[in-house]
């Protein structure tokens, strides 16, 4: 599976991004998908999961109420609508595939396939 994140941007404090992944391969439909963040200096962190039928969904507490992660399997596509936006915020993002599992889980270590980043930049 390969993966490519777009959408990250600068935005002013308050505004709204909306991150999309999309996926290589005739079996995204079978793997739970996350969205990760990297802020400068810092560990990489789970924001959202959402499970492979997009039933179930789970947030990092810091974006909940704030982000919504969806996708669609028609287009091998996974999305993070981010509104609200904090400085806070500013990180690269990386949406990733759990290969193993339907229902997506909150450490990095347990995803198998990784796209390569987006920047999200919030000014205050």
């Known amino acids: 599976v390969q993966l490519q994140a777009s959408g990250g941007g600068l935005v002013q404090a308050g505004g709204s991004l909306r991150l999309s992944c999309a996926a290589s391969?005739?079996?995204?439909?079978?793997?739970?998908m996350g969205w990760f963040r990297q802020a400068p200096g810092k560990e990489r962190e789970f924001v959202a999961g959402?499970?492979?039928?997009?039933?179930?969904?789970n947030y990092a507490d810091s974006v909940k109420g704030r982000f919504a992660i969806s996708r669609d399997n028609a287009v091998n596509t996974v999305y993070l609508q981010m509104n609200s936006l904090k400085p806070e915020d500013t990180a690269v993002y990386y949406c990733?595939?759990?290969?193993?599992?339907?229902?997506?889980?909150?450490?990095?270590?347990?995803?198998?396939?990784w796209g390569q980043g987006t920047q999200v930049t919030v000014s205050s």
């Open positions: 990733a595939a759990d290969s193993s599992a339907v229902v997506a889980g909150t450490r990095a270590s347990w995803y198998d396939y």
């Open positions: 959402i499970s492979s039928s997009g039933a179930s969904t």
């Open positions: 391969g005739r079996t995204f439909n079978d793997y739970a």
